[in-house]
């Protein structure tokens, strides 16, 4: 098939729907192809630069390639982005860090958060979901786009970084009133592992979220958006 | 099968898994039927009540009836619990009212984390997912079992009730050290739609969530995690 063709030949992935789009098209993150059917191309013509592929299709063209339960009229091949260990600089400001975060959902949930929150930098321990895996890339929302995501050893990555490392933990300090640094790394640990025991020891400080009830943990997207909430405001 | 057929019977539910089953033994939320390997009967045998009736079976047979990719050695069917507006009573606390939350993961996520916050009744309105789809309850990892939870006529119930109603908006007041009343309902609407406009109506305040980056809106659970942290902080 024609778009596993491009996507094994261009190192490509494939967004849909027009909200995904829509949001690279903003962002001036352009597709190797855009694939719509003419009732979309005729709505959305101008907002397509002209350096753009386009390939006019139907619906039904459309509902046989696409991985969604209720396809939509556009979707798009796009470069994937390389972001390498020398590329980022985060020492001026508040960067996340991800340590085996595997479900796509809370992954992507994650990724949306820390937009929100300004942050463009996420650190990934190399056992974290691919970013490019179908559910992470539509759960961002688009924030993908916007977002320097990189994997590598975290353990070695933050043992040599200088920057306060907080780890979101069960049986740390109460985050009450808390001052936060200016600039900062946030760890944040998989749902069912927590944060391993080797990147914990990086970090200088250890931080919960107070609890009212009996639920036994908070989900590892809902802490993320807590604690930058926190930094932040 | 016979598994059905309990389930039509009974209007019960199935619960999977030895997170599920723990909660609900702990909850003293007794199921009508547990379903487990010898290994986990054995393991577990002085945890289930006497008045439990148990079905010993292979997991070759469990992985038949599961509906989890990971099939796990306990299941068991539980009672659904009728919650109905006369038996609720939210006149002194904080409770959190849904508007058109209709992605499962969401709504168990929000159940899970109202429960953290120590909310434990939650209203619905009829157009919500229903809490008995097996991905909420999921989602829940537990909290099922400690809340209230009741669908109704949103709109009807909230312009009748005395309490201040905060609505979680993209456009309202920014949260920003706002003094919460001891008691009240915080009213979190769909993420597509956000909240209808004749439950907004009956709402008196409209908060919104600062935002320091470029992504246009919050996940749902995200913002419920965000608004009760500050809310009983």
């Known amino acids: 098939m024609k778009l596993k063709k491009y996507r094994q030949n261009y190192e490509d992935f494939v967004i849909e729907g027009e909200k995904l789009v829509t949001e690279a098209l903003l962002e001036n993150v352009y597709p190797d192809l855009l694939i719509?059917?003419?009732?979309?191309?005729?709505?959305?013509?101008?907002?397509?630069?002209?350096?753009?592929?386009?390939?006019?299709?139907?619906?039904?063209?459309?509902?046989?390639?696409?991985?969604?339960?209720?396809?939509?009229?556009?979707l798009a091949l796009m470069k994937k982005k390389e972001v390498s260990i020398n590329t980022i600089d985060i020492t001026q400001k508040w960067s996340l860090a991800l340590d085996g975060i595997s479900d796509p959902g809370n992954f992507g949930t994650i990724l949306r958060t820390a937009d929100w929150f300004g942050i463009d930098t996420v650190l990934c321990s190399n056992d974290c979901v691919d970013l490019y895996n179908p559910k992470v890339i539509q759960s961002t929302m688009g924030s993908i786009f916007r977002m320097s995501v990189c994997y590598f050893d975290l353990h070695d990555y933050l043992a040599s970084c200088n920057l306060p490392k907080y780890a979101a933990v069960l049986d740390g300090e109460m985050l009450d009133n808390h001052i936060w640094p200016e600039k900062g790394v946030l760890v944040i640990g998989s749902e069912s592992h927590g944060i391993s025991s080797k990147v914990l020891a990086t970090c200088n400080h250890a931080i919960t979220i107070p609890s009212y009830g009996k639920s036994e943990s908070l989900n590892a997207a809902i802490a993320t958006g807590i604690l930058l909430h926190d930094i932040k405001r």
Chains 1, 2 share one sequence.
């Open 36 to 74: 719509a059917t003419a009732d979309w191309l005729q709505a959305n013509r101008r907002s397509i630069p002209e350096a753009v592929q386009v390939v006019e299709t139907s619906m039904a063209d459309i509902e046989k390639i696409s991985s969604l339960s209720t396809p939509q009229p556009v």
